[in-house]
C-alpha cells in the first residue's frame, strides 16, 4: 500500500481561454517532481473540480499520469453527496494508474456521523484502491466526530486522512495517536505543529511554490532539529496567510502565472485575486524563491 507521506500537492487546474491546458498541466507537474515532491492530488478542492466536466478531469488524470510515470504517486480527488453516483465514479477510474482516492465528507446535506461513516464505508467497499479520508467542515459544512473517525479507520482500506479541521489539535493528535491512519496536515500553516505531533506530512497548496521548503521542515522535525524547524515555519507563515488571504486557488496561481509556469486564470465562480494581494504576492514572491 502506498506510504502517504511527505508533502504532496493538490495540483491547480491551468486555464487557457477558460479550458484545461494540459501542456502547462504537464509542465507544472514536472517543475513540482524535479523539485522533489512526495506525490500529487488531481481534482483535489485546489484544482477547482467542482468547475470541470468529467471527461475534462478524466483528460487532466491523464496527463499527470504521463507525465509522473512511475516517479510519483497520484491519487484522484472525488466529492459529491450522493453516495451511489460517487461509487459509479469511483468503478469508472479504477483502472487508472492511481496511489488511492481523496474523499471528503458529503457536502450540503450535512448528514448525521452514522451517514458520514456509512458513505465512506460504502466507497471503501467498492474499491480495491486506499481511501484517504477529507475532514474539511469548513468546505464540506459537515465535521467529522473523533469517533466516526476512530470507527472509519478500522476498514482496511481507509488508510489515512487528509486532516483540514482547522486549529483542532486535540482531534488532530487523537488521529496519530490513536488510530492506525496515516495522517497528512490539509492546513499549511500548521504542517510543522502536525509533524511535531507525529503525523507524516501534509497536501499543501502553498508546496506549489518551493515544496523543497516543506519537506526540509519536515525532515528538520524528524531529525529533532526543532530549533531550526520552527524557524523555517516563522519564516514561511506570512507567506502561507498571503496565500490564503483569498479564496484558494486564486494566489497560487497568480503566483506561479508570475513564475512562469502557467497563466492566471479561473472559472466562475471563483475570480483572480485582488489588486492589494496580487502587489502582496509580487512583493513577498522573490524573497520566497531567494531562500
Not at 481534482?43 to 510519483?72: F, I, K
Not at 482547522?166 to 497528512?184: C, F, K, M, R, W
Not at 496567510?241 to 508570475?258: C, D, T, V, Y
Amino acid at each position: 500500500m502506498t506510504q502517504f507521506q511527505g508533502i504532496w500537492v493538490p495540483l491547480v487546474t491551468p486555464l487557457s481561454n477558460n479550458q484545461p491546458d494540459l501542456a502547462a498541466m504537464q509542465r507544472l507537474a514536472e517543475n513540482l517532481l524535479q523539485a522533489g515532491v512526495d506525490g500529487f492530488i488531481v481534482c483535489g478542492t485546489t484544482g477547482e473540480p467542482a468547475t470541470l466536466s468529467d471527461e475534462e478531469q478524466a483528460r487532466l488524470l491523464a496527463a499527470v499520469l504521463e507525465v509522473t510515470g512511475t516517479r510519483c504517486p497520484v491519487v484522484f480527488g472525488v466529492s459529491g453527496n450522493d453516495t451511489a453516483a460517487m461509487i459509479a465514479r469511483l468503478r469508472e477510474l479504477e483502472s487508472e494508474r492511481l496511489a488511492g482516492w481523496l474523499i471528503s465528507a458529503p457536502y450540503y446535506t450535512r448528514p448525521s456521523q452514522e451517514g458520514i461513516r456509512r458513505h465512506f464505508e460504502a466507497l471503501a467497499d467498492a474499491t480495491e484502491r486506499p481511501v484517504l479520508l477529507y475532514n474539511v467542515p469548513y468546505r464540506s459544512g459537515i465535521g467529522m466526530d473523533t469517533a466516526t473517525l476512530k470507527a472509519l479507520a478500522r476498514h482496511p482500506r481507509i488508510a489515512g486522512i487528509k486532516q483540514s479541521a482547522g486549529n483542532d489539535l486535540d482531534q488532530l493528535s487523537a488521529l496519530i495517536h490513536e488510530t492506525p491512519l496515516q495522517v497528512l496536515s490539509g492546513e499549511d500553516a500548521l504542517i510543522f505543529h502536525c509533524a511535531c505531533l507525529g503525523g507524516q506530512g501534509a497536501i499543501s497548496a502553498a508546496a506549489h511554490i518551493r515544496p523543497d521548503l516543506y519537506r526540509r521542515m519536515l525532515a528538520q522535525v524528524q531529525a529533532g532539529e526543532l530549533d531550526a524547524a520552527r524557524r523555517l515555519h516563522h519564516t514561511l507563515l506570512p507567506w502561507i496567510r498571503l496565500l490564503f488571504s483569498e479564496p484558494n486557488p486564486g494566489a497560487i496561481k497568480a503566483a506561479l502565472a508570475m513564475m512562469g509556469l502557467i497563466r492566471d486564470g479561473l472559472r466562475l465562480p471563483m475570480t483572480p485575486v485582488s489588486d492589494g494581494l496580487r502587489r502582496g504576492i509580487e512583493e513577498a514572491l522573490p524573497q520566497i524563491l531567494a531562500l
